[in-house]
């Protein structure tokens, strides 16, 4: 096995770190995004709802 120097170990230990942090970080983004586009969804089928029971 080839040597592998204690700062290029601790580099790529922190570049993996990091690259979670961000992708961790998008990821919620994305989450948060779908799941307010689903209240929004819901909430406007509840609206649309009401307001057939209203006429009916």
Do not use: P
């Not at 700062?7 to 307010?36: C, E, H, M, P, T």
């Not at 209240?39 to 307001?51: A, G, I, N, P």
């Amino acid at each position: 096995m080839a040597e592998v120097s204690e700062r290029g170990l601790y580099s790529a230990l922190f570049l993996s770190f990091a690259a979670g942090v961000l992708i961790g970080w998008q990821a919620n983004r994305q989450r948060r995004k779908y799941l307010d586009w689903k209240k929004k969804r819901l909430h406007d089928k509840l609206v649309e709802t009401q307001k057939k029971l209203d006429l009916s």
